[in-house]
């Protein structure tokens, strides 16, 4: 038989564990990304400069989940993306693993975590070019602490002491 | 006068007095919380729950670029929402006016805000370590989650034996080893502690 202690008992259950299936920090950074700008298909290109990992880290909504991921600029602090960087990625396992992904039409990178989960700290090199024009190469000096979503510390503008401007190739204009 | 009205003198004046004392008593505390009140608080006073035998400051010049650059990535230590801050190059930088990338080296006055934070962690226990000679070291926090030994998100950072965590130990001993911290903190040293830049290395 049950009585209403039971069915209060229950309750109290149920809503416990539906409480634990939502975490209004992550849905509040989810919401502040804004809609989908109209004209973009959500896939490879959409969303560039934004912190992927904030939808494609594991907790949706997006899919799949992200290792590394992040949006490539021409020149530090000003807004044109840039395809074709290769961005050469090392983990810090026993024996280093070397990952290398190319940015595409919308300066988007990434990597999905089925084909690579890095041991962090993970130390970051780029290069873009070659061949018919001049080839030019970069290195980020500090490693990616245990973040692979670029946009988390790549961010804003260029003046202030606690994030970096978004992810850059060159300092200044280049041909 | 009658025997009531002189009883009644006999039996006031002591209360009287009594009255004149407690009122004098009152006057005297409140004068002196009124000294006290109005005297000057020493502005350099601290309360300093790691006292004299702490770990060295000086000798943590050292030891600060490695933290820096094995724990303070704005993702991780360098972030101004953790507990654990540490500043420099690569992170959180102290001055509004820096960036995490300039200036290239972790400045005298981040040196001193991430001692702050390093011994603020865990106060008493790196005061027994230090005052031991570095014996118990594992005791601390620092080392247990930067050896990975304890539940840690970012994982292993130092392994035992390593430059890293050579220059924590010795530090913590008293006796800061300079080649193994330099190393671990890819220090291209050029006029120390100044110009302490940091390079890139793994």
């Given at each position: 038989m049950r009585t209403p202690r039971f069915r209060s008992v229950i309750l109290l259950l149920a809503a416990t564990g539906s409480a634990s299936c939502f975490d209004p920090v992550h849905d509040d950074q989810v919401t502040a990304l804004g809609p989908e700008v109209a004209g973009v298909p959500e896939g490879p290109t959409h969303r560039p400069g934004q912190p992927c990992r904030t939808c494609h880290g594991g907790d949706g909504p997006g899919s799949p989940e992200w290792s590394?991921?992040?949006t490539m600029y021409r020149v530090r602090n000003e807004p044109g993306t840039?395809?074709?960087?290769?961005?050469?990625?090392?983990?810090?396992?026993?024996?280093?693993?070397?990952?290398?992904?190319?940015?595409?039409?919308?300066?988007?990178?990434?990597?999905?975590?089925d084909d690579w989960s890095p041991t962090f700290p993970v130390f970051v090199r780029l290069e873009y070019g070659g061949g018919a024009t001049k080839?030019?190469?970069?290195?980020?000096?500090?490693?990616?602490?245990?973040?692979?979503?670029c946009g988390f510390c790549h961010y804003g503008a260029d003046n202030e002491p606690g994030h970096m401007p978004p992810v850059f190739l060159a300092m200044t204009p280049f041909e | 006068m009658t025997m009531r009205e002189e009883h009644r003198t006999s039996r006031s004046a002591p209360r009287t007095w009594r009255i004149l004392a407690t009122v004098a008593l009152m006057l005297s505390g409140c004068g002196m919380g009124w000294l006290v009140a109005c005297s000057t608080p020493d502005s350099d006073a601290r309360v300093d729950p790691v006292g004299p035998t702490g770990p060295d400051r000086a000798s943590f010049d050292y030891v600060a670029p490695v933290l820096a650059r094995r724990c303070g990535s704005i993702d991780c230590h360098g972030?101004?929402?953790?507990?654990?801050?540490?500043?420099?190059?690569?992170?959180?930088?102290?001055?509004?006016t820096h960036r995490p990338d300039l200036p290239e080296f972790v400045t005298p006055a981040e040196i001193n805000a991430t001692y702050e934070s390093v011994i603020?962690?865990?106060?008493?226990?790196i005061r027994?370590?230090?005052?031991?000679?570095?014996?118990g070291a594992e005791r601390l926090s620092l080392v247990r989650k930067g050896r990975g030994d304890e539940d840690h998100k970012g994982d292993r950072r130092i392994t035992p034996g390593d430059d890293s965590d050579i220059c924590i130990l010795s530090w913590l001993a008293g006796n800061v080893r300079k080649d193994e911290c330099n190393k671990a903190g890819c220090l291209i040293d050029a006029g120390f502690p100044d110009a302490t830049k940091i390079g890139s290395c793994r």
């Open positions: 590394i991921a992040g840039l395809e074709g960087v290769r961005v050469i990625l090392t983990d810090s396992s026993a024996n280093p693993v070397e990952h290398i992904v190319t940015s595409n039409s919308a300066g988007n990178f990434y990597i999905p975590m080839m030019r190469s970069t290195e980020m000096l500090s490693p990616i602490g245990r973040n692979g979503g | 972030s101004r929402f953790r507990n654990l801050r540490i500043y420099g190059f690569g992170g959180t930088r102290l001055d509004p603020g962690l865990e106060p008493e226990i027994a370590v230090a005052s031991a000679g570095g014996a």
